[in-house]
């Protein structure tokens, strides 16, 4: 590898997470994104070529150095590492609405799932995946949130537009005319 | 936990109470379960069985849970309403029900999805993968009453039995050195700021100096004089003036 990829290798195992590009082109002066782009790419073939136990991923808007899957259940057997603990199904369902429907109020997700969510989202916040991103012009100017890049790197997403889209949900909202009047 | 609840004579089902996330969840839980149609529910049973179970769990006391049981009685007793002649613009009152149920199961699919992304993900680590501090339970409270009764003396002891009130001099004196400057200014018309203390002077002394000649400087009664920060300030009588 030429030494802009060496050096982007060392940034990336350096970072404690996800690089963006802009921050990989603040390495060197007078690097161009593409060139950045090039050597990411260099480093990427370098790991599926040589074959190696990590790899180069992109994720939360950034690239990352990541073990592979296949080595998951060993590394975590020998514990050297934990997995991260599991989210609980109420606190899924209310990712999966301020996902969809960001920046959004409390008051909206709790129409959408009829209960309280304040303490799903106090812990969604604590465990940085969510976060207040604005307030609402409505009565009582509500605090409105939404989703972080913690959120995506925990989901290892690239970004937002890699959710699935409504349309391919098997349960499709039915227009109310569908529903108008049956019975 | 696992209840079981006979909500339909013909076929008991088993409910698990910790696997409801709230009552659109148990509602979608009892339509599924039947086969129902979503789009044509049987709303006079499903509002009988849905009282029936929560009322079983015990969940029956739970805001939520009794607000959607009002909601399906007031749908069950609005479908009994005779429809009118002219079916424009009537909308049948198990709509917006159905439409909640939709747009909630969709948010589950999605909550689904995401976890399996999750678990996806966790298969992967990062260099320097620092885990999550698992959270500590807190740790359950066993006690009796009369350890209770211990630590509420135990506590009493501790506070101290009389309050001691201690009267602090005043510790700055700028009346008795007022007098103590104007009369040395008024004896010897100027002085050095040293001078008004000797080696027995103490810090409040010297504040209290300090802050009569402020005073006396600002009612005009002595001029200072400093040439240069932190330099001799010669004290005088007469109009004040700051710096020289």
Redesign the interface.
Known sequence: MDRLSQLVEAAL?SA??PVSVNTLCTLERDVTKPEILDALDNVRRQYAEAGHG?EL?E?AEGF??????EF?DA?ARAQL???????S??A??T???I??RQPVGRAEIEE?????VESVLRSLQD?GLVDVVGRSEGTGRPLLYGTTPGFL?????RNLDE??R?EE??????S?E?????? | MTVSAFVDAERPFLIELDAF?????LLLHLIREQEIDI??IPIARIADQFLDVIETLGLNEAA?YLE?AAWLLRIKIQ?LLPRPFD?EG???P??QL???L??????????????G????????????????P??PEPAPIELDLQEVLDAVDRVLEAIPRRVLHRVVPRPLDVEGATERIVALIEDRGKLDFTELFDDESRITDILSALVALLELARIGRVRLRQRKPFGKMGISDGPAVTTG
């Open positions: 195992f404690d997470g990590v991923v994720v990352q150095l990541l073990t592979r899957r998951a590394i590492v934990t997995r991260p603990r599991r989210l199904g109420p899924l369902e990712l999966a609405i996902a969809y959408i799932r009829g209960v309280s465990r790197e925990l989901l290892g997403l959710l699935p409504l949900l098997s349960v499709a909202l039915r109310p569908d529903v108008h009047g049956m019975g | 996330s709230g009552p659109l969840d789009a044509d939520n959607m479908v079916d009537w909308e049948d198990r709509a159905v439409r909640r939709l747009e909630y199961e969709q948010i589950r699919e999605v909550a689904r999805w995401l976890e992304q999750a678990d996806l993900r966790s298969a992967q680590f990062s260099h320097g993968f620092v885990p999550e698992p959270e």
